[in-house]
């Protein structure tokens, strides 16, 4: 199982980014896939989410800006982000959570920065 994210990168407050957690050797659509990131210093924090049914949810911090989507033909998820602020820096993972056979668990992938100037 793997999950690839990717997308991040520098870009100015008030632009935006998406990002891709792209699976293998897992149908994603079965999953529920969140979207986590971590700021220097700060503990890891749940940005979005959706389910294997397609219900969604937000942290409040990015409610209205960020959009959570997934492509079953391609086994990827994304992560639409806009009106990007410096507060949305931070290194950025998904994971792929299952808690039935098979595959059940907890799979994550590597991270990819996101880098918000003012």
């Known amino acids: 199982v793997q999950l690839q994210a990717s997308g991040g990168g520098l870009v100015q407050a008030g632009g935006s980014l998406r990002l891709s957690c792209a699976a293998s050797g897992i149908v994603s659509s079965m999953f529920t896939i969140g979207w986590y990131r971590q700021a220097p210093g700060k503990q890891r924090e749940s940005v979005a989410s959706?389910?294997?049914?397609?219900?969604?949810n937000y942290a409040d911090s990015v409610k209205g800006r960020f959009t959570i989507s997934r492509d079953n033909a391609q086994n990827t998820v994304y992560l639409q982000m806009n009106s990007m602020k410096p507060e949305d820096t931070a290194v950025y993972y998904c994971?792929?959570?299952?808690?039935?056979?098979?595959?059940?668990?907890?799979?994550w992938g590597q991270g990819t920065l996101v880098t918000v100037s003012s």
């Open positions: 959706i389910s294997s049914g397609g219900s969604t």
């Open positions: 994971k792929a959570s299952r808690s039935s056979w098979p595959w059940k668990g907890d799979y």
